[in-house]
Each structure stands twice: as C-alpha cells, then as structure tokens.
C-alpha cells in the first residue's frame, strides 16, 4: 500500500513541474523563431536600399539603373535574398524619397511581415506585425 501512495506522488510532481517546463521550453523557441524572423526583416530591408543606392543615375550599365517607378526591381531583388520567410506574408515598399536617383539623394526601403507564432495558432492570437525601415543616400 505504501507504494502506490509513493507513485501518485511522483505523478503529481511531475504534472506540477512539466507544465512550467514545457511553457519556458516553447517559449523560448518562438522568441528565438520571432528574434530570427526580425532580423531577416531588418537584413531584407538594408539589402534593399543597398540595392537602390548601388544603382543610381550614373551607375556604369544603363539598363542596371533604377529610378522612380522600378520598384518591381527593387522587390524582386529583395524578395530573392530573404531566407526562412514566407514570400505571401512579405510586403516590400521602395521609396525614392527626393523623387529621384541622382547622387546625393535619399532612398529608403520599408520592409513589413506578418509572423504567426505557432503557439498563437493554438490559443487563437492573430500574426504580429515586423516592421523595418532602412534610408541612405545614393552613391552613383
């Protein structure tokens, strides 16, 4: 009699610790999933830019030349050099902010994901919204 008294108690401790357990555990694997996905989002929207201010108005080849109205250029590039990332979920927005692409003008790229924890889809929470921006000038 004695013994069975010993095993429900090993059980009760066991459900005691394993539920805070495995909420830590979990939780420290989406924050490491969201920490991820942030930086892809920043890396996404500086490769952008990068992109743009590489390929200003006297950039050598002039089909390689990006101004307004090529963002379609910019959002392939983008879109080609983000990894881990749901291409559906990825909103990329150039923007040639003095309105052109001489030297000395400011571009900048706002790169906006929608990530949805996996242990929001159990509970029922909605995505959380990343958001990056990155600005420089253009070189050349």
Do not use: C, K
Not at 16 to 32: C, D, K, N, R, S
Not at 33 to 47: I, K, M, Q
């Amino acid at each position: 009699m004695f013994r069975q008294q010993v095993s429900g108690q090993a059980l009760v401790e066991f459900a005691l610790v394993a539920l805070p357990f495995l909420l830590l555990t979990f939780g420290i694997i989406e924050g490491g999933r969201l920490l991820f996905t942030y930086h892809e989002v920043n890396s996404a929207a500086r490769e952008g830019v990068r992109y743009m201010v590489a390929h200003g108005a006297l950039h050598p080849d002039p089909g390689g030349r990006l101004g307004p109205g090529d963002e379609a250029a910019v959002v392939d590039y983008v879109l080609d050099r983000t990894a881990g990332l749901d291409p559906a979920g990825l909103t990329v927005t150039p923007v040639w902010n003095d309105g052109g692409n001489a030297p000395g003008q400011v571009v900048s790229v706002q790169v906006t994901y929608q990530f949805q924890p996996i242990v929001g889809m159990i509970f029922g929470t909605g995505p959380i919204e990343l958001r990056a921006t990155s600005q420089m000038r253009i070189h050349y």
